[in-house]
Every structure is written in C-alpha cells, then in structure tokens.
C-alpha cells in the first residue's frame, strides 16, 4: 500500500476548527484496529493454563497453538496493502472486523485443539491487516497540521487494547470463582474470555460504515468528485482543493514502487541499513517483551501466586504498558529516539536482570520467598515500564524513518516481517524454556536487553528533526 503524501506547501497545513472533532472521531474510528490488535493479542494470556488443562497438553504443544496466531499476523500484514489498494481501505476494515467475530466466536467455542489453533490463526491474519490498514488509512485522511498526533492513536489504542482485555479477564475469572474453567454463562471461563472480544468487533465493523474511504485511494480509481468532497469534509473548504488533488495525483505518479531487488547489496546479502532495521526488529521482541502479554497469568502462578492476583497483576503491568507510551509519545520528538532506546536498554537490563536473580530462588510451599516475590513483581513493571517508554514506540517510529525513499516500503517490510518471525520465536519458546530453567530463560532476555546498547550506539542513526529526504 502506498505511503501517505507529505504536507503540502500552502493551504492544507491546518484544518478548520469545526471539521477537527470530526477528523478526531475518523482517526479514533480507525484505530479501533489498533484496539483488537492489542486485545485479541493478549487476551489469550488469561487462557493458557486452562487450554493446557483441559487438552491435556504439553509445553511445547501449548506453545504451537498460542505463537500459531502470529503466522496469520505475518500473512496479514504481508497482504493487507494489495487487499486495501484493490477494494479500498474501508472494505479492508470491514473484512478485518469480520474475521476478528469469526476468530472470536470459533475460539470461544472449540471442539478440538487443532481448531482453536485454527481460529487462532484466523485473529492472527485479522491482527495483521489492523496493524497496516490503520496507520495507513489515519495517515491518509488526516490533515497534515495533525497527522502526527492523530497517527499516535494507533499505538495508544494498542496498548489500552491490551490492557482491557487483562481487566476482563481479571473480572470473569473473579465472576468464575477464581477458576479459569468455572462455569460462566454455560460455558468456561476461558471460552467466554476469547468470546467477549465479539463486542469491540463488531463495534469496529460498524464504525467503518460511518467514516469515508481516503481519498487517495479514490484517486487512485478515478473518483475524482468524491475525493474533492471527502477532502473538504476533513481539511475543510477554505482549503484549495484543486490544488489538493493535484498535489496528491503527482505525488502517487512520482513514487517509486520499491522492491525486494531494491534491497539487495553490500557484503552480507542487504544493504547495511536494511539490517539495521532487522536487528532493531529482533531486538525489540528478544527481550521477551510478549511474554508479559501473552503468558504473565502462567508465568505468576507457576511461583505460587494465586490465580486471581496473578490476573490482576497482568491488569496492572497493562496499565503501567500505557503510561510508558504516552511517555514515549511526549518526549520522542523532544529526547530523540537513540536516548530514548538507550535508556529504555538500561532500564529493561535491570529489571530482567532483577526477575532472573528472583526467579532462581527455590520455591518455598509452592511460592517465592517474600522477597524474592516482591522484587519480581515490581521488576517486571519496571522492565514493561523501560519497554513502552522507549523501543515500544521508537522502533516503529525509526523503522518509518531511517530508510531512503526509494526502499521504504519494501525495508519496512522486511523488517516488520522479521519482527513477527522474532516475536512467534519468542512466544513459541518461553514455556519449554521455562520448564527448563525459568531464571535462565530470563537471563538470555537480559543478554539481549544489554547487547541493544552497543547495537544502538554503533549502528543506529538519529532521525529526529530530519526529513524523510534527508535519509538518502
């Protein structure tokens, strides 16, 4: 899909003041994706123990059908911008929000493991079309005085995403009994867990009938009259829309379609900035980040905490997850991105680091000694915290940055591509990993933390206050 047009020289670099609520309500429509993104991610965490209980399985099984969404993630995102470029941004939504009930409803009703994968990786693609057609379509349709701010609704509606459906979680299980297979409106806990998300769902698919299609896609299929009055709808009419549309017509004749070819070069297979972008990908999932959203529940009751803490603790770790981007948010143009990305290294370091140490305590009863329990607990806030306060955003915002416009699609591509791969190596190896030494698995997430800093020193360029043009 391609990219969004860069500001105009006159006319449009504000809107109208009576055409900015509206504008505000298109961007927070569309990034009702970004909600089910972060939702349908995470709300599997409040499932895992009782999918591994009642399938009788074991780790590396269990595993499979948690990381199996991200194959439909890495598909969806992989197709997402010829689907939206064929039929139109809107209809790509639409058909987001329909798989997204699908996934739901099959999830929450399962007849085998196999199927419940198979609704898994249903959300997955689901997820995947969210995390491109968002951002592209806000993009598109938002005047360029407040692209940035309403382009930032994407992460910000993420990361509330997944801290509702921890809260969720957390009020069914307390609903259940404090058993994830109580019985809950005739079903399991855990089923209606994976079914509630049939609400955002369909919520998204009906605010996608009620904002327009982007008038560049209009453009680009001819329909000149309709994307002259979508532009006026939210750019307003004091804006010369002649020269609107020509400055976008010529903007989408002149781009330069990147491929994969455009990539190649240099001594190792890509040019050097495309590993760049690789290892800034790799790096933001191999600390382990997904594990706090995908197996913390597991993850506190495997050292004794009881189930019902151990929800509310993913609750809590989700709230201080939003307070971290918005932090990200305000001073990532102010700080910059490499010491945002340096301190968030530091401070994931010491809060791994701190989880490892408390993780390789014997447990006593069942549980971790008083100590070691608190020191955990408040170390894995202090780990998500440095996360989302730094690589959470910066990394999306470097990848969106750092490359010249002749391969920035294509280089973003392969690097949100390998980040999937990153994150379904991550997720599909904690628990076998976590069975064979818990602290130990937290210390491979530590190396990677403290091996980022001289990453980022040595290799990775500041973009703040740079054009897009001045990146080569």
Known sequence: MTSATQAPQ??????????????????????????????????????????????????????????????????GAATAGRIADRIGRIRCMQIAAVLFTISAVGSALPFALWDLAFWRIVGGFAIGMASVIGPAYIAEVAPPAYRGRLGSFQQAAIVVGIAVSQLVNWGLLNAAGGNQRGTLMGLEAWQVMLGVMVVPAVLYGMLSFAIPESPRFLLSVGKRDRARRILAEVEGKDVDLDARVAEIEHAMSSEHKSTFKDLLGGGFFFKPIVWVGIGLSVFQQFVGINVAFYYSSTLWQSVGVDPADSFFYSFTTSIINIVGTVIAMIFVDRVGRKPLALIGSIGMAVGLALEAWAFSSHLVDGRLPATQGWVALIAAHVFVLFFALSWGVVVWVMLGEMFPNRIRAAALGVAAAAQWIANWAITASFPSLADWNLSGTYVIYTVFAALSVPFVLKFVKETKGKSLEEMG
Do not use: K
């Open 10 to 75: 006159t006319g449009a670099g504000t809107a109208h003041p009576d055409h900015l609520g509206h504008v505000i309500f298109i961007a927070a429509a569309a990034a009702m994706g970004g909600f089910l993104f972060g939702y349908d991610s995470s709300v599997i965490n409040g499932a895992v123990e009782a999918i591994r209980d009642r399938y009788d399985v074991g780790s590396a099984a269990l595993a499979q059908v948690i990381a199996v969404a991200l194959i439909g993630c890495a598909i």
